[in-house]
């Protein structure tokens, strides 16, 4: 009887554990969750510093200029990634299910949240990007006459020399992902300013990317205040182990 008594308590905390991990995400989701989460604050912040905030600094400091711009893209790239893995990953892994004390218009608007959070976090990586190809290739005949060279995506300083006419200008290396890995341009929108008739489409192009890119990050810092004041109303208001589910502090008791 002893035995069968230390069997069946042992079946019970065995089922138990298993509850609560059902009520958790995988480490794997965790992990990413808040690698993308850290990765995404890091973005807006620099990204605001840079061209808002501090852009006057950052416009007279040219060395500082092109770490913030390549730190920027890294994080920006590293999140394109994260996410990428993160998708497959919940194609295979369901995630834990909401409980069953949330409403269903919150269940609705979690999803739909979720559903813009994705989705930015593949587009701003991409517009970035775009922005960076926006300009003629290096050595062609459009960067000889370009308003803005390169790459670094930046206007010359004031009082640069300029290129004598008809000979090309030469644009720094692109800058590596985190310094290591090299970004290859997006090359159909790079051949728009190969020739010089294709310069000011391509530099209009450029601006629209910029504009997006802008309003985007406005947009993810919008949805990234609503996502955490969501997980802080269910917490804290609601007394929900939402933390929890994601792997900060206890798991939620069965």
Request: overall charge positive; glycine content about 8%; charged content about 20%.
């Amino acid at each position: 009887r002893q035995r069968k008594r230390v069997k069946a308590e042992e079946s019970r905390l065995m089922n138990d554990q298993m509850h609560a991990e059902g009520e958790r995400y995988t480490r794997v989701a965790a992990m990413l969750h808040w690698a993308i989460a850290i990765l995404i604050i890091f973005n807006l912040i620099s990204g605001f510093l840079i061209w808002d905030i501090a852009k006057e600094f950052f416009r007279a400091n040219r060395p500082f200029y092109g770490i913030g711009i390549t730190l920027h893209l890294s994080s920006g790239m590293t999140v394109l990634a994260l996410t990428a893995v993160r998708v497959m990953w919940r194609l295979i892994h369901h995630p834990p299910a909401y409980p069953a004390s949330m409403k269903l218009w919150e269940r609705h608007a979690a999803h739909f949240a979720h559903f813009l959070l994705y989705a930015g976090m593949v587009l701003m990586p991409l517009s970035g990007w775009a922005i960076l190809s926006a300009h003629p290739p290096a050595g062609s005949p459009g960067a000889a006459i370009a308003p803005i060279p390169g790459l670094p995506m930046a206007k010359p300083a004031q009082g640069a020399e300029a290129q004598p006419s008809g000979q090309p200008r030469k644009a720094p290396p692109p800058p590596g992902i985190w310094f290591v890995v090299p970004l290859p341009m997006i090359t159909p929108i790079t051949e728009i300013g190969r020739e010089p008739g294709g310069v000011a489409p391509q530099h209009e192009l450029h601006e629209k990317f910029v504009e997006y890119h802008e309003v985007g990050g406005y947009l993810m810092l919008l949805l990234l205040f609503l996502h955490i004041g969501g997980a802080l109303k269910h917490q804290l208001v609601d007394k929900e182990p939402e933390l929890q589910r994601m792997r900060v502090g206890r798991r939620p008791k069965a």
